[in-house]
């Protein structure tokens, strides 16, 4: 599988490259301030938002390394004049990077990819698999964990993968805050794999992919052999958004913006997962035969 760039290695790429950062950011604006952005003359490393605004900036930062000025500033108001209509105004600096600025980069970029939030992907067939394509673009860092590693060498995600012959082990020593999707090829790990997550009490999210009916049965399971533990912080069916489209990849995207939404929501640092009513569309087929059809996981 191919790896994604790093900005070490866009770095050690290139000997002028200029740090395009956000400093102020008044009203509204595609980023906001701290936002980075690293430029050279043929290449082009994380984004300050798209748009006119980054077009500007990395037009300006280009000239720069031509010209071979060392900083700058610019201010630019987010309005018609420049062909956005966000109403705010954003101030940036620009400036070639010295060694000591690159190692700076390096280590915050170290800094935040380790403090992303984990989703665990229990489960690699179809669906788990369409979702690590998912979220290898998103800010997580994304696990894929199966017993089987036949099911795992088919995916081409630039994810961390693991066969694991205990999985909930690997839940059990996960980071608080982590979000675990449970799609297994067997029921009975399911039901294994969820309450583990939901035993932790710290998950962000705990979703199992199945149906209402799979769902009922997962809490007299509960009642009956976890000592009468919840299930009101289960979601389940996930990313059950009333399509009736089955695909994997399709049921993958409508799952992966429900992971994103809990994780980045603005109390996802201090509150549990939200828990839902079951609702009566969205659902994926299960072994009891509760929707039609069957769907490979």
């Not at 760039?5 to 400093?23: E, I, K, N, P």
């Not at 964990?145 to 630039?158: H, N």
């Not at 998950?203 to 399971?221: C, D, H, N, P, Q």
């Amino acid at each position: 599988m191919a790896r994604r760039l790093s900005l070490q290695d866009f770095l050690a790429s290139h000997s002028r490259v200029v740090q395009v950062a956000l400093t102020r950011v008044r009203g509204s604006s595609p980023r906001g301030a701290g936002t980075c952005m690293f430029v050279a003359a043929d290449g082009l490393w994380g984004t300050i938002g798209g748009g006119q605004l980054e077009y500007i900036a990395i037009d300006h930062a280009r000239r720069m390394l031509k010209q071979d000025v060392i900083s700058d500033t610019l201010d630019v108001p987010l309005g018609p004049e420049i062909g956005q209509c966000c109403g705010g105004r954003v101030e940036m600096s620009l400036a070639q990077m010295r060694q000591a600025d690159r190692d700076d980069a390096i280590a915050r970029q170290q800094v935040d990819e380790q403090t992303l939030p984990h989703v665990y992907v229990m489960g690699a067939g179809h669906v788990g698999r369409a979702l690590t394509d998912l979220f290898q673009h998103m800010p997580v860092r994304c696990i894929l964990i199966d017993q089987r590693a036949e099911e795992l060498a088919q995916a081409q995600a630039d994810v961390e993968i693991r066969q694991s012959a205990i999985p909930e082990i690997d839940i059990a020593t996960a980071p608080a805050g982590s979000a675990f999707v449970v799609l297994t090829h067997d029921h009975a790990l399911d039901f294994l794999l969820a309450s583990a997550a939901l035993q932790r009490g710290d998950a962000g999210y705990v979703g199992l992919i199945g149906s209402a009916t799979k769902r009922e049965k997962f809490r007299r399971w509960c009642r009956d052999h976890c000592d009468g533990q919840r299930t009101d912080r289960l979601i389940c069916p996930i990313g059950a958004s009333g399509s009736r489209d089955k695909r994997p990849s399709v049921i993958a995207a409508f799952v992966a913006a429900e992971v994103i939404a809990e994780l980045t929501s603005e109390t996802a640092a201090s509150a549990p997962a939200r828990s839902i009513d079951l609702p009566q569309t969205g659902k994926q087929p299960d072994a009891e035969g509760d929707t039609a059809g069957v769907i490979s996981r």
